[in-house]
């Protein structure tokens, strides 16, 4: 059974940084990544990382957020650095299986105070 775990929100200021991790358990994955909710705001792509590394990234986050991923422990990180309040959301991570479906997480809460 496929398993993912989100840690590291929080409530930070603006300008300061974050750094989320994601473990994946019960299969290989391929594609890992990380989309985000606001109140009353549909969820959104934020960034996504292959098993070899290429990462890309929503135009609102690029330079600030970097995504990276270590396969050994199913792992992959997004370091969130000079947030701002419009980032403030539920972070959920994504994992997707060389078999089955999209995992998810069960999002972790990231709180900019302005």
């Known amino acids: 059974q496929v398993q993912v775990v989100e840690s590291g929100g929080g409530l930070v200021q603006a300008g300061g940084s974050l750094r989320l991790s994601c473990t994946a358990s019960?299969?290989?994955?391929?594609?890992m990544g990380w989309y985000r909710q606001a109140p009353g705001k549909q969820r959104e792509w934020v960034s996504i990382?292959?098993?070899?590394?290429?990462?890309n990234y929503i135009d609102s986050v690029k330079g600030r957020f970097t995504i990276s991923r270590d396969n050994a422990k199913n792992t992959v990180y997004l370091q969130m650095n000079r947030l701002k309040p419009e980032d403030t959301a539920v972070y959920y991570c994504?994992?997707?299986?060389?078999?089955?479906?999209?995992?998810w997480g069960q999002g972790t809460q990231v709180t900019v105070s302005s």
């Open positions: 019960g299969s290989i994955f391929t594609a």
């Open positions: 994504h994992a997707d299986p060389t078999r089955g479906s999209r995992a």
């Open positions: 990382i292959t098993r070899s590394g290429g990462t």
